[in-house]
């Protein structure tokens, strides 16, 4: 298996475990621990750094690394959907009312009115499905993955070779 494609493997299998310990530990109900989803971005740092090291080692120049870290992402956000629908319609069916009820929750702490908080709550309902959740998903994964490839191919990237000088 090459490069690209053992690390959008592991890209997407490390995002979809990560969520489901989310699921089964309950995290993903706790407004203090709900943010913990965001170590996915971590771990796209790390697989995406191990493999641009590697893919410039194979010879890719910067454009190469790019496009690498753009393919790399896409085949984990392949992962990403197909895990994020199975997550919030087989295992977790009510996992939007969940987060519905956690977001009004923190909501009302935080002082808001009921005319505020009841129109909050119906702008959020229009993208909490699972298909715009598994959407959204393959979007973060993708933008994150070209935005670090950027960053990390500047640093790993196959130098072209220096002109001999006669």
């Known amino acids: 298996m090459n490069t690209i494609v053992k690390a959008g493997v592991v890209l997407g299998v490390l995002v979809e475990v990560w969520t489901y310990v989310m699921g089964f530990t309950g995290w993903f109900k706790d407004p203090k621990l709900m943010s913990l989803f965001w170590v996915v971005i971590a771990f796209q740092i790390a697989v995406l750094v191990w493999a641009l090291k590697r893919t410039a080692a194979e010879g890719r120049g910067y454009g190469g690394q790019i496009g690498a870290g753009t393919l790399i992402s ?25 987060i519905a009820a956690i977001q009004e929750q923190m909501l009302r702490s935080s002082g808001r009115s009921d005319a505020e908080i009841q129109q909050m709550m119906a702008m959020t309902a229009k993208t909490s499905t699972p298909a715009m959740q598994a959407f959204f998903g393959f979007c973060g994964t993708l933008v994150t993955g070209i935005v670090v490839s950027a960053i990390v191919g500047a640093f790993f990237r196959a130098k072209p070779p220096k002109p001999a000088v006669a």
């Not at 895990?83 to 996992?95: A, D, N």
């Open 74 to 98: 896409l085949i984990a956000g392949g992962f990403v959907i197909v895990g994020s629908f199975i997550f919030t319609t087989v295992v977790f069916p009510h996992y939007f009312q969940d």
